[in-house]
Every structure is written in C-alpha cells, then in structure tokens.
C-alpha cells in the first residue's frame, strides 16, 4: 500500500461542494471517479476539510491510498488523474506520504481567503468569485478592527452553524492571523489562518465584520460574541462565491514518506 | 429621440459571441432583449465591434435610440438594464450621446488584451479566461520582439480569417502599441491598441508571435507576412478565451450631447 498526498485545486461554482453527495456532484466524487478509472477500482479520497457548495479551493488537500499492486508514483498519478478530471478540478501538486499522513487530521493550520468587491456594477468576470456588494460602503479601515478582535483563541460558538449531523461539539479554537488588503481597486480581501475552523466559520466571521465595517453594529457586537459564545450567534453569513481554501499546513514536516 | 453609449462587460464564456444569432444567446440578442423589456419596443443596439464567442469584454461600447417619448437619463437606463441582463453581461457606464454618435464609426481606437498562463497545471479557475498553455517554453523577450514588429502600418491580410460574408476588403492598419506584460508568476499578458482589427486579427497576431516565441518559427516569418500580405497566411489562431476587448476609443471628443 502506498499513501498519496494531492493539492487540489478548484472553481467552487460547478460542484455540490467537497462532501460526497447522492447526485455524485461534489469535489469528492469527481476525484474518487478519477481515482476509480485510473486505478480500475473504488478508492477512497480523505479530504483536509469540507468546502460548501460554490466555495473555491487554490490548496485543498486530500490522500487516498493506491492498490498494492501499483506501481505509480506521484507524478503518474498527478498525469492521469488529470486527463480524468472536470476542467473545473485539478490536482495541482502531488506527493508520496507516509502511512500515518491524514488529510484532516495531520494538518496543523489553514489558510483562508475571503473577497470582496465593492464595484458599483458587479463585474460580470467576478460574480462567482466574490461577494459583490455595490453598497453600503464598507469602511476598511473597521474591517481591519473588526477582523483584530478574532485572532487568538477563544470559542467561536457564536461563528458556527449547527451541522445537521451534530458534530463539532468542540468550539474553541486559535485563529493566529487576520489580515485585511486591498488586491485592486473597489477589491476587498480578508486573510484568516487559524488552527481549524468550525462550520461556516470563516462566512460567519466576515459576514458579521462586514456588518461593523458597514457601520450597522459596534466592533463592541463582536466581542460580547467572542466573550460570550452561547449568549447568541452571529446571523449574517457572507456568501460561499467570495471563499477561497488558499492552503492547509502540515507543520513543515516532510511528508514524502 | 435621444442616443445614449452604452460600455459593457461581459463574460465570452456563456455567450456566442456579439452579434445577433438565431439561436438568441449572443450579447446583442441580450441587449436588444433588455432594451425591449425596459422601453416596451423593439430596440436595436449597434455595437463597435464583433467579439468572437468565448472573447470577454472589459469595455465593449454600443449605441441605441430611446424612442421619442422616453423620459429616461442615462442613470435610469443603466439601473433598469442591468435588472434584465444575466449577470454574465452588465452595463458599466452610460451616457447620453450626440445623434450622430455610432458606436462602430465614431471609434478612433480599440484596444485589446491576450491573456496567457504558463502554469504547468493549467488553473480551473483560469480555464475560460486565459490561453492555457504549459508547454512548450514561450521566451518573453522573443514574445516582446514579435510583437514590436507588428507596431505601425501594415498590410494585415495575413493575419486575417476570412468572414464568410465575404466583407473587410481593405486590410490595411495601424497598430499604434504592442506591449507585453507579466501580470503574475506563470503568466503573460499581450495588449494591443490600433485603429482597427481585422476578422480574428488579434489572435492570429498572438498565435503568430507565440509560435515565434516557443522558438518554432523565426522573427522573419512575421517580417515576411507583414511584408508580402498576399504570399500566404498565418495559421496559428490563439484560442477566444485569452481575449479581452479592453476600450474603444473615441477621440477624447464629449460623447455627451
């Protein structure tokens, strides 16, 4: 048995999300698809984390163990399972991992990435890979502010949406840096690494800095959220168009097995 | 009856191209559809140029003429377009226009971009928007000398398809600024501004000099197409979705009547 590491990367706007699905859409059917026909039989991939429908991956990662009897290395699985892929998913770096490498639980930080653009006519090239929002200004400045409150640890309950499935009863968890830039004129981006993210943490924390951004609740709103997890939750969820899985880390450790 | 300019932007990818098709899904056929559901009438939009199915537009311009009892400004035509355009096409600008004002023979200038990506995984978010090329090697210097040859008049019948309608006998141009940019790591940007385009005149110029690029043909290939126009053609068309239409350009003249 040998394990495999790949980075994927995707456009978010075609697929059901990562998570598998009964109408076989998501990012994980596509691959297990690729998997399948490359190695003429059923593998499973294990992905860092799940995406949301229409969110957009530069550095998702995923492993999958390949049959014995294969004698493919890294490259010739990066080769063919690209001619079997959507043009909308590729594997964009692939590795021999050890047999301990876990997809999700190896890794130690992700990085995402959240755009705004603030056009007053959204630009067609952009409208599913940001949330455009013409109006009401958003100062930056705030966002900045708002965005400071959240580094470090604390718990996020107020950042979560209830799975369906009742999972992530753990909600602390350590953002190490919250960054906000400009990446072109009337573009907003925000920057989040944090040791893991609860579900629609990341849509949650932005869509509710926005709100302060935009002068419509206190930076003082975010902080009783902060400091008080199950006093309420934050209601505005920034939409999936504008996300992007920019990388997950594995501490540096070499992963070629 | 007032005449109003109209800049618009689109994404090439869902559309067949600018000009009218009986299947209806070309930008004009959209236009002159928005235009009818706003004003009540059948309206007709002149465009300044064809763009070719998959080329986007950054700044495409076109004209219509209000009917006559009209009371709608600039402002109120753009805000009611833009509710009955698919978001892939959008009005950026509009402003009222002198009558006799023509979108196509008022222009002085277009200019066009040609996107190419270089990344050895071609980007599925890049995957309608750029040349996706990862191979072979393409020399920039050599991209920049091809494309300085092309600056000036010429004679461009080499660098022209054919329409099928049998129209543009006159082929000279003149192509006042050939440029080539890197707008990121693995990529590489060709804009061109000159006083007309021949029929898929700037993708043959493009596929031309990357061919001259990628070390397959010598600069005196270009030389000699430009030089003996009627002695043989260029037959490496770069793809549709590289190609931006940037601006039309009209003279820095008030456009507003």
């Known amino acids: 048995m040998a394990r495999f590491k790949l980075t994927l990367a995707y456009d978010g706007a075609p697929f059901d999300g990562w998570q598998s699905q009964p109408a076989a859409n998501a990012v994980q059917d596509h691959l297990e698809a690729a998997l399948a026909a490359v190695a003429g039989v059923r593998l499973r991939a294990h992905g860092a984390g ?25 490259a010739a699985w990066l080769r063919a399972l690209n001619t079997k892929l959507p043009r909308a998913l590729r594997v964009v770096a692939s590795e021999a991992a050890p047999p301990d490498f876990h997809a999700r639980f190896s890794a130690v930080a992700k990085t995402y990435r959240y755009e705004i653009d603030t056009a007053p006519v959204p630009h067609p090239l952009r ?11 958003i100062d930056a400045a705030l966002l900045r502010e708002a965005c400071a409150l959240v580094v470090g640890r604390h718990d996020f309950a107020a950042f979560a949406a209830n799975r369906r499935d009742g999972k992530d009863p753990a909600t602390e968890r350590t953002i190490a840096a919250a960054a906000v830039d400009r990446p072109g004129a009337e573009r907003l981006a925000v920057t989040l690494t ?42 505005y969820c920034a939409p999936a168009a504008g996300l992007y899985l920019v990388e997950v880390d594995y501490g540096g450790a070499r992963v070629t097995g």
Chains 1, 2 share one sequence.
């Open 194 to 235: 944090g040791d893991g993210f609860l579900y629609k943490m990341v849509r949650l924390l932005v869509g509710g800095a926005v709100r302060v951004a935009e002068g419509r609740a206190p930076l003082s709103w975010i902080q009783q959220l902060l400091d008080n997890p199950g006093g309420g939750k934050c209601q």
């Open 50 to 74: 799940r995406t949301d429908a229409g969110v957009h991956a530069l550095g998702q990662v995923a492993h999958f163990d390949a049959p014995g009897e294969s004698r493919m290395d890294a």
């Open 127 to 137: 409208r599913d890979r940001a949330w455009q929002r013409p109006s009401p200004p």
